[in-house]
Structure formats: structure tokens, C-alpha cells
């Protein structure tokens, strides 16, 4: 499991006084009026940044950070991810996971065979979309919901699942 979080992505810079535009990578993106520290992945090494402001502009996230008050120093910063460690991630709920953890686990089908390992998380409007890779490269596409998704057992790194009529072909 990693340690850090990914929660956005800097598309740009906004205006001339250090702000950016964020496109949130997290499901929760009222998580960001909340933020306080984080990190900016900048050429393979993580910046530690202070957040000093938020708000929403249509699907972006408008963030300024503390010590960038010019277009400037912020401006290089652009098409960076942006990480939380999991001290100031979002509270998850039942059945709830980070997507970062989910990563790798084994799909098991209800027969007990191995169907392949969880390599992509698509998201979509309803619900996540997984992608589950078997040893000859084939692709499933598993909607993320309880017909499909059966059990989590993030102990043993399984997950188990049914695979509707069809998906198999």
C-alpha cells in the first residue's frame, strides 16, 4: 500500500498571483476546502506544500499554496500530481478503499480460479469501471458494483467476483 495519496492534478496556472487549477483525481472533491498539507510530484521527488486557499470553477479546483504568490514560481509546476499521505486523507467509509490499494489484487471467480490481477480503475458517472489483466494480457472490464464485485479481502490481496453473461467472451 502506498503511502501517499493521489487527489488532483495541476492542468494550469489561474490568474498571476501563484493559483492553480487542480482536476481532482479523488471521489470527495470537497476534500480540498479542507486541505492543509500536501505534496507536488516534481520530477520524480515530492515537494511538501502548505494549502492557503480553495475554491470551485465548473469540474477544477482553484488551490493556492503558501510561498507562491506569483505565476511565476508556480508556473513549472503544471501537469504535476498532487499527493496527500493517508494522516490527512478522506475518512472512508464501509466498503470503501482507496483506489491505490485495490492496485494488484488478485480477482478470483466464484468457481475458485484465478481470473487475473486489478490493473485499471476507469472512472465513470455511475460507478468505477475495473480492469482486471490475465496472464495472456486479456482484458475484463468489471463494473465496480455488488453483482459483480463480490468480496474484498484486502488481507489476502483477493477479490472476489462474478462475471455477468457475456463478459467472458
Do not use: W
Request: aromatic share 8%.
Amino acid at each position: 500500500m502506498d503511502d501517499l495519496l493521489q487527489i488532483g492534478i495541476i492542468t494550469s496556472t489561474h490568474g498571476i498571483k501563484g493559483e492553480v487549477k487542480v482536476f481532482p483525481t479523488t471521489d470527495d472533491r470537497n476534500r480540498f476546502q479542507v486541505l492543509k498539507e500536501c505534496y507536488i510530484e516534481f520530477k520524480d521527488e515530492m515537494l511538501p506544500v502548505k494549502a492557503a486557499g480553495c475554491r470551485f470553477f465548473k469540474n477544477m479546483v482553484i488551490l493556492k499554496f503558501e510561498d507562491f504568490n506569483d505565476i511565476n514560481k508556480i508556473e513549472k509546476y503544471k501537469q504535476c500530481r498532487l499527493f496527500v499521505d493517508r494522516e490527512h486523507a478522506v475518512p472512508l467509509g464501509k466498503d470503501e478503499y482507496f483506489a491505490a490499494d485495490l492496485m494488484g489484487l488478485t480477482a478470483v471467480k466464484e468457481d475458485g480460479s484465478i481470473l487475473g490481477s486489478l490493473t485499471e480503475i476507469i472512472p465513470t458517472g455511475a460507478n468505477d469501471v475495473y480492469v482486471i489483466t490475465d496472464e495472456n494480457k486479456k482484458e475484463y472490464l468489471l463494473p465496480a458494483i455488488k453483482e459483480c464485485i463480490l468480496k474484498i479481502d484486502m488481507e489476502n490481496r483477493k477479490m472476489a467476483v462474478h462475471l455477468m453473461k457475456g463478459m467472458e467472451e
